[in-house]
Every structure is written in structure tokens, then in C-alpha cells.
């Protein structure tokens, strides 16, 4: 069983960053692909970027690309998100995913959850 805790979010001004955070206990994230979704309120859960165990493949939403960076550091089971350029349209909660194998973009695909973290973006 993995347990996923995210923090790092907050209240930033438009055009600001924030680093996400995602810390693992229960396992090592070894073999998992870990991935970033957010929820803003009314609206589905979306994905936004993943990354595969070893780092050296990523994907991202178009509407974060360019702007978010996707990494994950293996020896403290810890995946980040930096958010550079934020938009009023960001503010979400932001939940880490992880799941074995090559789940992708497909949220029904994770197994294992953060209880999310809030972000927001003033304009």
C-alpha cells in the first residue's frame, strides 16, 4: 500500500509559481509512474503531467505546457510539480497519482491517491 501526501500549495498572485509536493510512505515508488491531476470546483478531474519511474520521460496537458515542470527525486520517494506563470484558471485542487506500469492519462488507471492540496490564483 502506497500513501500519498501532497503539500505546497496556496494563494499566489497571477503570473506567480508554487512547487507541489508529493511524498510517499508505505513503499518505495519503484516500477510506479506518478502523475499530477487537478480538480477545479464543478469540474472533472483533469490531468495534468506524469512521469515515468525513472525520470526520463514526462508528459503534460497542453494547457500546462511550458509553464509546469514534472520531476521526481527516487531516494526520497518524492514527486514535485513546479507551477511557473500561473493563470487565475489554475486554481484547482491539485492531487499526486501513482500506479505501476504505464497507466497515462487516464485517472481510472491510478491506484493510489493524495487527499489533494489547494491551490489558487488571483488575478
Known amino acids: 500500500q502506497v500513501q500519498l501526501v501532497e503539500s505546497g500549495g496556496g494563494l499566489v498572485q497571477a503570473g506567480g509559481s508554487l512547487r507541489l509536493s508529493c511524498a510517499a510512505s508505505?513503499?518505495?515508488?519503484?516500477?510506479?509512474?506518478m502523475a499530477w491531476f487537478r480538480q477545479a470546483l464543478g469540474k472533472e478531474r483533469e490531468f495534468i503531467t506524469y512521469i515515468n519511474w525513472r525520470g526520463d520521460y514526462t508528459q503534460y496537458a497542453d494547457s500546462v505546457k511550458g509553464r509546469f515542470t514534472i520531476s521526481r527525486d527516487n531516494a526520497r520517494n518524492t514527486v514535485y510539480l513546479q507551477m511557473n506563470s500561473l493563470k487565475p484558471e489554475d486554481t484547482a485542487a491539485y492531487y499526486c497519482?501513482?500506479?505501476?506500469?504505464?497507466?497515462?492519462?487516464?485517472?481510472?488507471?491510478?491506484?493510489?491517491w493524495g487527499q489533494g492540496t489547494q491551490v489558487t490564483v488571483s488575478s
Open positions: 497519482a501513482g500506479a505501476l506500469g504505464w497507466p497515462g492519462t487516464n485517472l481510472r488507471n491510478y491506484d493510489y
Open positions: 508505505g513503499r518505495t515508488l519503484s516500477g510506479y509512474m
